[in-house]
């Protein structure tokens, strides 16, 4: 059975830094491609983060200021928040598309999803 564990979210003043973990268990060796996902407080979740065995995508909105690793032999994914701003605020999940070379198009190719981590940003 695959599991992912995001950790590490908490309150973070603006302007300040944070790392985000995800912790993947079970049958990840086709764990091809792994995000990072924002969700703010009723909107819609999005990318901030793709990464792929080699490849490293961020989304323009967070460009500059996030950055993400993988750690293939602990299987761990993070996340880098720096100059946290008040619009980061909301729920992180990451996320494994399982299978396939491709990269992903959307969120609906992920078919492994951590419960989330909040992030709470003091202005």
């Known amino acids: 059975q695959v599991r992912l564990e995001e950790s590490g979210g908490g309150l973070v003043e603006a302007g300040g830094s944070l790392t985000l973990s995800c912790v993947s268990s079970?049958?990840?060796?086709?764990?091809?491609?792994m995000g990072w996902f924002r969700q703010a407080p009723g909107k819609e979740r999005e990318d901030v983060a793709i990464i792929g065995r080699g490849s490293l995508t961020i989304a323009d909105s967070v460009k500059g200021r996030f950055t993400a690793s993988r750690d293939n032999r602990e299987n761990t994914l993070y996340l880098h928040i720096l100059k946290a701003k008040p619009e980061d605020n909301g729920t992180f999940y990451c996320?494994?598309?399982?299978?396939?070379?491709?990269?992903?198009?959307?969120?609906?190719?992920?078919?492994?999803w951590g419960q989330g981590t909040q992030v709470t940003v003091a202005s």
């Open positions: 996320a494994a598309k399982g299978g396939g070379w491709n990269p992903p198009e959307g969120l609906s190719e992920y078919n492994n």
């Open positions: 079970g049958d990840t060796e086709n764990f091809n491609y």
